[in-house]
């Protein structure tokens, strides 16, 4: 079951221009800038109620994010939902026919493993799967 939206990616150049802008947006200040090494993205998060949206900057030039940039310019990158197990969902979505691009989870920012679904089989939406490492023990 999926529990929520857990946050929504927005695909930047720059997260300190970029920061100051969702602050004015939202009201709201930025509560926490993460580094995921494994990305190649900066990431920096707001709270929206019980989502949050989650700016990414390219820390390389050949990091998923200055691709995005080059090909498509700034803007929505994910949509990332949130699951209790996120192996279990894995199968399922791949019995449903779901391209996975990650057929396991990997670590992400904010202490969520996380799997993309490839935007060709979702109707053109880059589509992450997370769950949160503290749901593991429950
Ligand atoms: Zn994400």
Same mark, same amino acid.
């Given at each position: 079951m999926i529990k929520k939206v857990e946050h929504i990616g927005v695909?930047? !150049?720059?997260? =300190? #221009?970029?920061?100051?802008?969702?602050e004015k947006l939202l009201g709201s200040t930025c509560y926490?800038? *993460? #580094?995921?090494?494994? /990305? +190649? @993205? +900066?990431?920096?998060?707001? !709270? @929206?109620g019980e989502t949050k949206i989650e700016l990414l900057e390219a820390t390389s030039p050949d990091s998923p994010i200055a691709k995005f940039i080059e090909k498509r310019g700034e803007g929505v990158h994910h949509i990332a939902f949130e699951v209790e197990d996120? *192996? !279990?969902?894995? @199968? #399922?979505? +791949? #019995?449903?026919?779901?391209?996975?691009?990650d057929e396991k989870p990997r670590l992400g920012a904010e202490n969520f493993l996380i799997a993309f679904l490839h935007p060709k089989s979702v109707n053109g939406v880059l589509t *992450?799967?997370?769950?949160? /490492?503290? *749901?593991? =023990? !429950?």
């Open positions: 695909a930047v !150049k720059s997260l =300190n #221009e970029s920061i100051p802008v969702f926490k800038v *993460e #580094e995921v090494s494994d /990305q +190649k @993205v +900066k990431t920096a998060f707001f !709270k @929206v996120i *192996e !279990k969902k894995l @199968v #399922e979505l +791949k #019995e449903l026919n779901f391209q996975l691009i *992450e799967i997370c769950q949160h /490492q503290n *749901e593991m =023990n !429950k």
